[in-house]
């Protein structure tokens, strides 16, 4: 349990202590540098409900005013019963469109995790994409508060080197379930 808070707590100073020019941020009527990161906000001060689709670490670099390439690092760390490593990644590209202190965009993630549990055999691999909306408030030209929705698609691939079955490989689909 320790280990987890302490790897949560080295996380969140790393996004605060980057440099005030890196988390500058654009508008029409702000400058702002090619590159942007942020939090999950929510995620990293509730401690109380964690949502898998939601990146603690995202990073931007922004192309031009209309367009931002982006990342996003989530790395979940069980301290349960379920004790093991959670990896998961995302990249993909968003459409700006400035008004004033206001941003809104849209876009396109794919994602790629990992799931392994010391309690069970099964390693899990998830691919997938997502579309996404979303609307961003510049407060200044440092800080600024975003919200956006996704559509998720997922294909999971677990394998189990324990069964007693031919084919250790599976696959499904939570939509086709």
């Not at 993909?92 to 055999?121: M, T």
């Not at 030209?141 to 031919?166: C, G, M, W």
């Amino acid at each position: 349990m320790l280990k987890q808070k302490s790897l949560e707590l080295f996380f969140v100073a790393i996004a605060l202590l980057i440099p005030a020019s890196i988390l500058a941020a654009q508008s029409d009527s702000i400058p702002r540098s090619k590159f942007s990161s942020g939090i999950d906000i929510v995620n990293t001060l509730t401690f109380l409900k964690k949502n898998k689709e939601s990146y603690l670490l995202n990073f931007r670099y922004h192309l031009n005013s209309d367009y931002s390439l982006r990342a996003g690092l989530n790395i979940d760390i069980s301290a349960g019963e379920a004790l093991g490593y959670y990896p998961d990644l995302k990249l993909g590209r968003q459409k700006n469109n400035h008004i004033k202190n206001w941003n809104w965009f849209y876009g396109a993630d794919v994602s790629y995790s990992y799931f392994k549990s010391s309690s069970s055999p099964v390693e899990t691999t998830r691919y997938g994409g997502a579309c996404f909306l979303g609307v961003e408030y510049f407060f200044n030209r440092r800080i600024s508060i975003v919200t956006e929705q996704s559509l998720n698609f997922h294909q999971f691939y677990q394998y189990n080197p324990d069964t007693f079955e031919l084919d250790k490989s599976s696959s499904y689909n939570p939509l086709l379930s």
